[in-house]
């Protein structure tokens, strides 16, 4: 895989150690985030912000890459998440994330794809859980 490796392999040690600005300098200048139930994210900074936000919740959370395909220039990673709330209540599901990458390994386009309807379930029962 060379450099589209290596691209993939800091993004999931960024994302897990919650180094978000390094995350975001993966993306090309007009790099693309595009995840469930939200407005695509665009550039470096806003990315980074997106990040930082969403995983807020989660003082505990491991993006595990369990598969990963190569195909040209685009790179499928299927992920196990595992997290946990401030709470303590766990979390966990699947998702795949899709990988544009340039000519120079950043990232012009990454879509992630997972279930929203039931991470809320499990949200909205730890949330209950906690009530």
Not at 25 to 43: H, I, Q, S
Not at 85 to 108: M, N, Q, T, W
Request: no cysteine.
């Amino acid at each position: 895989m060379g450099d589209a490796d290596a691209t993939v392999q800091a993004y999931f040690e960024g994302i897990n150690a919650e180094r978000y600005d390094d995350v975001g300098r993966l993306f090309a200048p007009d790099g693309v985030l595009v995840a469930p139930g939200t407005e695509p994210r665009r550039g470096p900074r806003e990315i980074a912000e997106y990040f930082r936000a969403a995983l807020r919740r989660y003082p505990e959370h491991l993006d595990d890459p369990t598969r990963v395909i190569v195909a040209g220039r685009t790179v499928t990673v299927e992920i196990h998440f595992t997290g946990a709330l401030e709470s303590g209540e766990r979390i966990e599901f699947d998702a795949v994330d899709v990988f544009d990458l340039d000519d120079e390994a950043r990232i012009e386009r990454l879509s992630s794809w997972y279930d929203s309807h039931a991470v809320r379930r499990q949200l909205q029962a730890a949330t209950r859980q906690t009530a």
